[in-house]
């Protein structure tokens, strides 16, 4: 459902923000006097990351809750890390993580969400040292330095697949991995490492993610059958050899097919098959379903099978926006009845505003009585000038897309969102 929650009036923060200008000394005796400190946490809470360092300057009471919010999801490593056709990301050096939590370990219990890009030995050695208590989600990936030297290699010789940059032996990450408190693991390492570290996961972990470039082998990893249940897998792959028997063993293996709920996937390599192809493999016990479509997924959309997963009820949908049509024309043909929501996730929406009239008739005619929710989300993260392009004009791009799709917006269950 869309969001209805009001954010405060530039007219109201002025007005609140006044006693602290007076009377700059006496920060938090104003704001608890001003204001309870729950409601001002709800305040802060609305307000946009980017402006919460200066928040935390204006009084020490709003420190606190800030800090909670701002070291909630971290994302750091390798400066010079980007793909082509995106941005480079600017994240800063894992160092800097590192010496701040040395220096304040109370900010730890803050972080829920840790993204580690180019890890390196000696800064995931200092890491798995601190005391982690509430950390849900870790991310391993290399630098883009490391993928392009992982692709070639196994590409051009797969045998020495494990080679450079390789870390050896991981039992040292096994206090960070194996935490009671984890809950979703990703990796992007593309040699033997990652095999020891999935064995090393704790028992809580219930979402395994595969990113990066794959090697023979790497999916044959369990000596003996995990204890933890596994409901979500993310398979987003280079995989540069014949995989299919890997890919299903693993997945068999690795989340016992009759809890597997949640499955990502975003294959790409030199002669596989479409993932589309690939859906009835799976088990019908999957209810949430995100695919990516390529351009050499599109010719092949006509073989996509929804109504192979009976209990499906999420659709989300990311790639190019060529494959749009295609994907929407094929579930009218095999659609899945169950379908609750299907969701488009950073299509850029000067790309997709043409055929928004051609996804609605099609929408329509495939007649799907569960659907309650068809949602738009721009989630640009780190992309920061993607965020000046498009989110700055958030109002018009809804107003169009809205404009597009009548029928869907009379009905109530068109929902666009966009977020830094």
């Avoid at 200066?54 to 971290?74: D, T």
């Avoid at 900010?107 to 040292?129: M, P, Q, T, Y």
């Avoid at 596994?230 to 890997?246: A, G, N």
Wanted: net charge neutral.
């Amino acid at each position: 459902m869309p969001d209805t929650t009001k954010k405060p009036s530039s007219a109201l923060l002025r007005r609140i923000r006044l006693p602290f200008l007076s009377r700059p000394r006496r920060g938090r005796r104003v704001a608890d006097t001003v204001l309870p400190r729950e409601i001002w946490d709800k305040i802060i809470d609305l307000i946009p990351s980017r402006y919460l360092k200066s928040v935390a300057l204006v009084a020490r009471a709003f420190l606190p809750r800030a800090q909670m919010i701002l070291f909630r999801y971290i994302s750091i490593g390798d400066s010079s890390l980007g793909f082509a056709g995106g941005p480079r990301l600017k994240e800063p050096p894992t160092s800097v993580l590192i010496d701040i939590l040395t220096r304040s370990p109370h900010l730890i219990d803050n972080i829920r969400r840790l993204r580690l890009w180019g890890c390196d030995r000696e800064s995931l050695v200092a890491l798995s040292k601190l005391p982690w208590s509430h950390l849900s989600s870790l991310w391993l990936s290399r630098s883009q330095t490391q993928v392009e030297d992982a692709l070639r290699e196994a590409t051009e010789t797969p045998e020495a697949i494990g080679a450079p940059g390789a870390i050896g032996d991981v039992s040292f990450l096994a206090p960070l991995v194996s935490l009671p408190s984890l809950k979703e693991l990703r990796v992007g390492f593309w040699n033997e490492s990652w095999a020891k570290i999935l064995d090393l996961r704790g028992p809580n972990v219930h979402l395994i993610g595969l990113h990066g470039v794959l090697a023979p082998g790497i999916l044959d990893y369990a000596d003996e059958p995990s204890q933890n249940v596994v409901t979500h897998l993310e398979l987003c792959l280079v995989l540069p050899y014949d995989w299919r028997t890997s890919i299903f063993g693993f997945s068999n293996e690795a989340a016992e097919p009759s809890h597997l709920t949640h499955l990502s996937l975003g294959l790409n390599g030199p002669g596989i098959p479409p993932i589309f192809a690939l859906l009835h493999a799976f088990p019908p016990s999957i209810q949430d379903l995100e695919i990516y479509v390529g351009e050499e997924d599109i010719p092949s959309c006509h073989s996509l099978q929804l109504d192979c997963l009976p209990r499906l009820v999420h659709l989300s949908i990311s790639g190019v926006p060529q494959a749009l049509t295609a994907v929407h024309r094929a579930l009218e043909r095999r659609p899945a009845q169950a379908l609750h929501t299907i969701t488009y996730i950073n299509f850029d929406p000067s790309a997709i505003v043409g055929v928004l009239p051609t996804l609605e008739s099609s929408i329509i005619a495939t007649n799907i009585l569960a659907l309650r929710v068809v949602e738009f989300q721009f989630k640009f993260g780190d992309q920061k000038s993607t965020w000046k392009k498009i989110g700055k004009q958030e109002m018009k791009w809804k107003l169009r897309i809205e404009q597009k799709m009548p029928v869907l917006f009379e009905r109530g269950i068109l929902v666009v969102d966009f977020e830094e």
